[in-house]
């Protein structure tokens, strides 16, 4: 009963946010807008959600003293004392809150991402090493790609950008755009479904 | 910034630069601190700008329709009962239904139809001769309920180098983004915090 | 975790600090893509308005920071007012202290 509401919602929900884009009465129009803030609303609350489940599973690691559990006490105190300042002391400009995503929380994201340019570089090495001619072409495209966007690759030779251009507007845009159809075309299609009741992995277990 | 400042954020940054010599106490710590600080930021932004303004404001100024999505969104709430978890099912319902029925004209447009006419409209120069005889060899290795053999198969293959030489200008400019994010914090240690890069 | 991973992560490292320090002078010229955004906005008439989205995390500061930056820049020079959005929350933030930044050092707040 519970389930069959649930479908009958994203088939009523999924026909007419699809349909009303061929509709120009303004109801449609507002009715149409009127659900995507709602749908904004139930995704807010669902991150709520997520954030008290992460809260519950630390609080758990703490209580039974698993490995690592002080680590959960350092996560958990992030959690305050973000929660705290941006509640009771605003989000502006100034504030604490601000201060701590300015000088900690960027900052270590970024670290955390550029670490990747570590990684990237050793995956490279290996990439050079496999050699196939997929691996070279790949390789070759990247490291032309790489010398156009970068004044190394203008003093080396004026040629150089522009086969980097041409790389990127030619047969890298075919691929991309062969890509994006596909991705399209199977999305249009998994709307389909689930729109007509057949995809129900979102209702959970099946 | 003061000196206390940086260091604060320099000793951060450096405790994760700590895992490239292997899993550590200092990374952990780091670690941890930083996915804390970002769930609070998170809850703090989403409760104070899309929960308070867009449905809890609308309620108190009496305004009847804001009542539906409060009232779904107190239905996902239930997720962390249990027993009524069940119930989230229908207001998740909205958001995968609504989400699949925008996507329909949205995704055919701009990801298939604009596409299949920039390359249709494209063939007036060489290189857009080459573009049309791109898309469609890497269309061909998408088709999974042929076998990939003859010419059909020549065109697959041809179609796996087109998407190769993608592959390596999409790996190049990742390369060239996380570098970019490598300099930025080694200006901010060398240069904000240590002092010894010449401006 | 092999030794020759760390002595690929030690050049990356090494060669990274070296190139900030001696600063290797090669020239630089501006692409035909930039030049484009500069000539567009350039185009525009006072009146108009420049939407810029910050799409990004914090974490891409250091690389979309500088780009934002400039085109924020060009179009105060210009007198074209600026409205920034964004549809991350971190870039909410990110966006919001950019644009008031370089409004300051423009001497327009």
Redesign the interface.
């Known amino acids: 009963m519970?389930?069959r509401?649930?479908?009958i919602?994203?088939?009523?929900?999924?026909?007419?946010?699809?349909?009303?884009?061929?509709v120009t009465l303004p109801v449609a129009n507002s009715a149409y807008r009127?659900?995507?803030?709602?749908?904004?609303?139930?995704?807010?609350?669902?991150?709520?959600?997520g954030?008290?489940?992460?809260i519950r599973l630390h609080l758990e690691r703490i209580g039974r003293k698993r490995a690592?559990w002080l680590?959960?006490v350092?996560?958990?105190?992030?959690?305050?004392?973000?929660?705290i300042l941006?509640?009771a002391g605003g989000?502006d400009?100034g504030t604490s809150?601000?201060w701590?995503?300015?000088?900690?929380?960027?900052?270590?994201?970024?670290?955390?991402?550029?670490?990747?340019?570590?990684y990237?570089?050793?995956a490279?090495?290996r990439g050079f090493r496999a050699r196939s001619?997929?691996?070279v072409?790949?390789?070759?495209?990247?490291?032309i790609?790489?010398l156009g966007?970068?004044?190394?690759g203008?003093?080396l030779s004026p040629i150089v950008?522009n086969v980097s251009?041409?790389?990127?507007?030619?047969?890298?845009?075919?691929?991309?755009?062969?890509?994006?159809?596909?991705?399209?075309?199977g999305?249009?299609a998994?709307?389909?479904k689930?729109?007509a009741g057949l995809e129900r992995t979102?209702?959970?277990g099946r | 910034m003061s000196l206390l400042e940086t260091t604060t954020t320099a000793l951060l940054t450096l405790a994760i630069y700590s895992f490239l010599a292997g899993d550590n106490p200092f990374y952990k710590f780091a670690e941890h601190l930083l996915v804390g600080l970002t769930i609070g930021y998170t809850l703090v932004i989403t409760l104070k700008s899309v929960i308070w303004p867009q449905a809890i404001i609308p309620m108190t100024r009496g305004e009847m329709p804001s009542l539906v999505p409060l009232l779904l969104g107190c239905l996902i709430l239930l997720r962390l009962v249990p027993r009524w978890a069940g119930w989230s099912r229908i207001s998740l319902a909205l958001v995968v239904g609504g989400g699949a029925g925008v996507a329909i004209p949205a995704m055919l447009k701009a990801r298939v139809l604009d596409q299949m006419a920039a390359t249709a409209n494209g063939v007036t120069s060489w290189a857009g001769w080459i573009i049309l005889i791109g898309v469609l060899a890497t269309l061909t290795y998408f088709v999974f309920t042929r076998a990939h053999r003859g010419a059909w198969g020549t065109s697959a293959r041809i179609g796996r180098y087109f998407m190769m030489v993608f592959f390596g200008a999409t790996f190049a400019y990742t390369v060239m983004s996380r570098v970019a994010l490598l300099i930025g914090r080694l200006e901010f240690l060398m240069g904000d915090w240590l002092g010894i890069l010449r401006s | 975790m092999g030794p020759s991973r760390r002595w690929i992560f030690a050049v990356v490292g090494v060669v990274a600090v070296a190139a900030m320090i001696f600063r290797p002078g090669f020239p630089l010229s501006v692409g035909k893509e930039t030049r484009h955004v500069f000539d567009l906005i350039g185009s525009l008439d006072s009146s108009s308005i420049v939407m810029i989205s910050f799409d990004h995390e914090a974490s891409s500061l250091p690389e979309v920071g500088p780009l934002g930056s400039a085109i924020v820049d060009h179009c105060f020079r210009e007198g074209i007012r600026v409205v920034g959005l964004a549809l991350f929350s971190e870039g909410t933030a990110a966006g919001y202290e950019l644009i008031n930044r370089r409004a300051r050092a423009a001497g327009k707040s």
């Open positions: 519970r389930d509401l649930a479908i919602t994203a088939t009523l929900a999924g026909a007419f946010m699809a349909l009303q884009y061929f009127a659900i995507l803030s709602w749908m904004q609303i139930i995704a807010a609350f669902a991150i709520v959600v954030v008290f489940g992460v690592g680590y959960s350092t996560l958990l105190a992030g959690v305050l004392v973000m929660s941006g509640f989000i400009r809150f601000q701590i995503f300015d000088h900690w929380q960027a900052p270590m994201q970024s670290t955390v991402f550029s670490l990747l340019a570590f990237i570089a050793s490279a090495y001619g997929e691996s072409i790949l390789v070759l495209a990247a490291i790609v790489m966007r970068v004044p190394l203008e003093w950008p251009d041409w790389i990127l507007n030619v047969p890298a845009l075919a691929a991309k755009r062969a890509i994006l159809i596909g991705i399209g075309l999305m249009v998994t709307s389909l689930v729109i979102y209702l959970g």
